[in-house]
């Protein structure tokens, strides 16, 4: 059944307030997602306040302990407080693995819509390099990318790990959004964008990038999980975050494994951390998604 | 069977959805009934609710009873059902090109049916695929058995579904828009047979259509729909002739006939199909009636009429006595004499468009000749209009002209200069002039973008307008030419209806302040009484800023409503030039005559009285063109001369050209 609304008003403009209300009404799980993040940011911007220890304070005396009142999820091989150290690496998760996943799905959607608009040679092009570097596994790749770029450090963040991240992500994300910039690009409206004369620079960017929103947002969210994973990684081969900077991953890695048996709690609760990031940011994007696509809205 | 007072509600979001509204009916065996109706009117989900196919988790069928066989079809369990769909009762689709399975061969998918419901052996289904193969016209039946649906043609696999539909000789066929997605000489050997099959195996034909010469030739009996309920039932030849109710009146009117002089203006139904959530009771065609009453606010009840039928307007009686007459702003003749004297604005020579395809893995290359030494000129002010059959080459014509596809040889002047060796620059400023309108309002505007910053853009683009206030009052100016509310521009595209989207597009292009557009199908895709409301807009912008049209269409009464001359075409080539009237009133080209024949005349009448002169056979690939003549392959008249040389446009009267060497 195709009955469009045709109401007579012109709809009132939304207020950011009732915007916030009406995504919570229409996407609930989207909402409770968004939830975990701001409490992930939370933790992360005021870890200094929040945080019950010092992260990096070594204790000999209380090492390997369970969870307690003390230390709510027990302390590490070292003695420092896991839970502190959980807060403080909400801080390293989300910084490299948002902006490392954020860079990297951009350029990857500029490009993948950039070779479905142009097409042919420059597709071409594009596409053989977009091959190659899928034929390295990501962890290589981004392990060429670091030794080739070495530290970078601003304000205490390393920027080229954050580069060496996102480069791995852009050609996932370029075959992805091409496939789907394919079908835009041979939409009707990308004609009559051409035949008004606009400039290819506006056409990719004000008619083609907007409608390829959905999978972008799908990718940009998907790889954040997988920037703090390999951010774990390459923490563990001593190339991204080193001890004892507090990491989730790295808390994962390491001593952990060693220890396993005499004290889960030392991978259990960093593992939980990653998880729940992983599935907040996941199913955040999703309801995004929706909710940014204007045929949704009734 | 019989259909009795049907409801159907939808549960939507927006609140429930009224879809269809006490429908009553009866269809007999051997009798053709037909549907009719706008988008939304609630024809097919009529079909689904006889089917049972209507998706269980939304739709409700709160009253109602339908009958078939003594038998009422709700209230059947869900296994009973499945064992009627297929054997009893079977449906084709719209779409033959997406309702066959592609990897399966056609062979096993006509005897499936057979195998589940007949329990037929092996050899008992062959031999019975064959046969239906046969009934349908599909010659080599044993052959084409064992092919998969991509190597037959629209029409063909039409036929197809059609076997598939008569294998268990059901006693009842619904056929949903069985033709819409195919040419007019197509449509027309695909009906016949049809109508042909439903006299001699004597079953109930329903026919849901929104193409009132299809249901002219081939129904028996008419039910209008409008909004959910029924406007008008009776006999074709009443509802044609006598009509009487409001609706079933404007609709005739505002379809542009082959067969009635030309007006100036098309008679249209103002306004929307009401909203049939939020719909107040009373007629639901009220609104838009020009004879509404306050006793209208009611539900009208179906009264019967002097015609035999029924009608849901309270005035029916009053219309039957001639007091109501749709009121006819019809005036006679022509007013667009275009000074032709004048330099053409755009002259077209030989222009050529092949696409290579790879033929298989690493096989050679094939060429298609999409278009093949085409030349025309377009005048100032003058409207154009290139007709032809679905792959004939005439939407790529328009894509040359805007330099979306670059051609593979020939020439494009417009205004003097050459299109095609225009600089960037050069082209950017070429573009505001040159502009289109496309086919599908749906996907021709960008979903992510107002309405106000679609119209506005180019504005802003071209610095038309360059003071950001300024460009609001003009989108305004625009939104309110092209018939819409200024408060629309807050909308996005998928809040507006095809027609309010088709409006939008024309905004779009009209502030470029353009002198030529090309209409690409422009008002094919919309309802019949939108589509009367498109045209008249078009033709008041045309004389209100002098634009010239290159009006590309395959429906020939539109075209010739709107067109000042028309090229024909097929297959890549012209066939025929000449003056609207000219062509119409006497073609010269073999071709121009069969399609002017295949086309079906809103009038039963009418219809009857002419012998269908079926056009035979296929359209040919343009992978391998006939040689000489590309017509020659179904052409009445070819000879072994046609098959040698590729014949030329010539003159044959004065401003009349036709590529034919036998006329």
């Keep these: 059944m195709t009955t469009i609304a045709t109401t007579e008003k012109a709809e009132p403009a939304r207020r950011p307030r009732s915007q916030i209300l009406e995504f919570m009404r229409q996407q609930p799980m989207g909402a409770a997602s968004f939830v975990v993040i701001v409490v992930m940011m939370f933790a992360g911007v005021f870890a200094e306040r929040v945080a019950p220890h010092d992260p990096l304070d070594i204790d000999f005396g209380g090492i390997l302990a369970p969870p307690s009142w003390e230390h709510w999820t027990g302390t590490d091989a070292f003695g420092r407080d896991t839970f502190s150290r959980i807060i403080y690496g909400a801080r390293t998760a989300l910084i490299i693995g948002f902006a490392s996943s954020f860079i990297g799905s951009s350029l990857g959607a500029l490009l993948g819509a950039t070779c479905a608009y142009f097409g042919g040679r420059v597709d071409m092009v594009i596409q053989r390099f977009v091959d190659i570097m899928l034929s390295f596994p990501i962890i290589v790749l981004a392990l060429v990318v670091v030794a080739v770029l070495g530290k970078w450090q601003v304000l205490g963040i390393d920027i080229n790990l954050i580069f060496a991240i996102a480069i791995p992500i852009v050609p996932n994300v370029t075959r992805i959004v091409r496939s789907a910039a394919l079908s835009v690009r041979a939409m009707p409206y990308i004609d009559a964008a051409r035949t008004a004369g606009y400039s290819h620079l506006r056409i990719i960017c004000r008619h083609m990038l907007p409608n390829l929103m959905a999978p972008y947002l799908i990718m940009l969210t998907a790889y954040i999980a997988q920037a703090i994973l390999l951010e774990a990684s390459l923490s563990f081969l001593g190339l991204g975050v080193a001890e004892p900077t507090p990491a989730w991953g790295l808390m994962l890695s390491g001593n952990a494994t060693d220890f396993f048996r005499e004290a889960p709690w030392m991978a259990l609760f960093p593992g939980i951390a990653i998880s729940l990031a992983v599935f907040a940011f996941s199913l955040f994007g999703d309801s995004l998604r929706d909710w940014l696509d204007p045929k949704f809205k009734v | ?663």
């Design chain 2, 1 to 663: 069977m019989s259909v009795d007072n049907l409801h159907v509600h939808f549960k939507t979001a927006a609140g429930v959805v009224r879809a269809v509204e006490g429908l009553s009916f009866t269809v007999n065996r051997g009798e053709v009934v037909a549907v009719v109706g706008e988008s939304g009117s609630g024809k097919s989900v009529t079909a689904l609710a006889v089917m049972r196919l209507l998706p269980k988790r939304s739709a409700v069928v709160p009253q109602g009873r339908i009958t078939f066989d003594g038998r009422n079809l709700l209230e059947l369990s869900d296994e009973e059902m499945r064992q009627r769909r297929g054997r009893d009762i079977s449906m084709i689709f719209q779409e033959p090109m997406t309702s066959l399975n592609p990897i399966l061969p056609i062979g096993l998918q006509i005897t499936e049916p057979l195998q589940i419901h007949l329990g037929m052996s092996d050899e008992q289904t062959k031999a019975r695929a064959v046969e239906l193969l046969r009934l349908v016209g599909i010659p080599d039946a044993e052959r084409r058995l064992t092919q998969y649906p991509h190597q037959f043609s629209g029409g063909m696999r039409q036929r197809v579904m059609i076997a598939i539909g008569l294998a268990c000789n059901p006693k009842l066929i619904i056929a949903d828009e069985p033709t819409t997605a195919l040419d007019v000489t197509i449509q027309a050997q695909i009906l016949e047979l049809m109508k042909d099959l439903s006299r001699r195996l004597n079953i109930a034909l329903i026919l849901i259509t929104h193409n009132l010469g299809i249901v002219a030739r081939y129904a028996d009996r008419v039910i209008v729909m409008y909004a959910g309920r029924q406007a008008e039932q009776g006999a074709a030849d009443a509802v044609f002739h006598r009509p009487r109710h409001p609706y079933t009146m404007g609709l005739l009117r505002s379809v542009p006939r082959l067969d009635r002089p030309r007006g100036v203006k098309l008679e249209t139904i103002e306004g929307l199909p009401p909203n049939l959530a939020t719909a107040p009771p009373g007629c639901r065609f009220a609104p838009r009636c020009p004879y509404r009453l306050p006793a209208c606010d009611q539900d009208p009840p179906l009264i019967p009429t002097d015609t035999g039928g029924l009608s849901a307007c309270i005035r029916a009686a009053e219309i039957a006595s001639g007091a109501i007459n749709w009121t006819s702003g019809m005036v006679a003749g022509s007013a667009d004499a275009v000074a032709k004297d004048r330099a053409p604005l755009l002259a077209v020579r030989d222009l050529r468009k092949f696409f290579p395809v790879r033929t298989g893995l690493g096989g050679s290359k094939a060429v298609v000749r999409a278009v093949d030494g085409v030349s025309f000129d377009i005048y100032p002010g003058e409207t154009l209009g290139l007709v032809g059959e679905s792959g004939c080459g005439k939407t790529t014509v328009g894509r040359l002209i805007l330099r979306l596809d670059e051609p593979t040889s020939g020439a494009i002047h417009f205004e003097g200069k050459d299109l095609l060796a225009a600089s960037a620059g050069e082209l950017k400023t070429l573009r505001r002039k040159i502009q289109v309108i496309f086919q599908d309002p749906y996907s021709s505007l960008n979903p992510r973008m107002t309405v106000g910053q679609i119209v506005a853009e180019p504005l802003h683009v071209h610095g038309i307008v360059a003071d950001a206030g300024k460009r609001k009052a003009r989108v305004a100016e625009l939104i309110s030419q092209v018939g819409l509310r200024p408060e629309l521009a807050e909308r996005y595209p998928h809040q507006l209806s095809g027609g309010q989207r088709q409006r939008v597009g024309i905004a779009r292009a009209l502030g470029m302040e353009p002198s030529f557009i090309v209409c690409d199908e422009a008002v094919s895709a919309l309802d019949v009484s939108i589509q009367g409301q498109i045209i008249n807009l078009l033709e008041d912008l045309q004389r209100a800023f002098g634009l010239a049209y290159l009006f590309i269409a395959h429906d020939l009464a539109i075209v010739r409503h709107i067109s000042m001359r028309v090229v024909v075409m097929y297959l890549g080539h012209v066939m025929e030039i000449a003056d609207r009237d000219t062509l119409y009133r006497e073609p010269l080209h073999p071709y121009t005559k069969l399609l002017l024949d295949a086309a079906p005349i809103p009038d039963p009448t009418v219809e009857k009285a002419r012998a269908p002169r079926l056009i035979q056979g296929e359209l040919p690939s343009a992978l391998a063109p006939p040689a000489g003549c590309v017509f020659h392959t179904r052409c009445p008249l070819a000879s072994d001369e046609c098959k040698a040389a590729v014949p030329p446009l010539r003159e044959i009267r004065p401003k009349h050209f036709a590529a034919c060497i036998k006329v």
